[in-house]
């Protein structure tokens, strides 16, 4: 374990690492080399001197800068956020869609195409034809709930 105690080791873990960046990007191999030289740096100096205290060293080090790199990325260049609306129930109210199977009379159910298949749809009590339109006022459970269109 005596060769965590030389200088080259460190640097040459340094230079390994930061050329691994180019080929696995993302930062984290670039911020692990930079740990590694200021390790290096530490060795010799003779700041540290025993393989726990460098190794110990390093992984402070590495994590360190990767949180700080986090932290400073998402700062400076944050991406556009957009929150669409999360309730389909929302987006789908009022939409237009054909009766294929009759609804009606009373609580029976039918079918309306809607999105390009076809669902199973509920009234209001009164009969819509097949071939005529209606308008969506809700979705309850894996049924939409329909109105004739006048």
């Known amino acids: 374990m005596e060769y965590i105690l030389f200088f080259e080791t460190w640097l040459v873990l340094a230079i390994v690492l930061a050329c691994l960046e180019i ?53 400076f260049f944050a991406g556009e956020t957009t929150i669409d609306n999360v309730h389909e129930e929302l987006d789908i109210y009022g939409k237009t869609v054909n009766v294929t199977e009759q609804i009606g009379p009373g609580t029976q159910s039918g ?5 390009g298949t076809t669902w199973a749809a509920l009234g209001d009590g009164s009969v819509i034809l097949p071939g005529e339109k209606a308008a969506i006022v809700c979705k309850e459970n894996i049924s939409l709930v329909v109105e004739a269109v006048k």
């Open 111 to 115: 079918r309306v195409e809607f999105q």
């Open 23 to 75: 080929f696995i990007p993302g930062g984290i191999l670039l911020n692990l080399g930079i740990a590694s030289l200021l390790v290096a740096i530490g060795v010799h100096q003779e700041l540290l001197d025993t393989w726990v205290l460098t190794l110990t060293t390093w992984f402070i080090l590495s994590t360190f800068l990767l949180f700080a790199a986090y932290f400073v990325t998402e700062y």
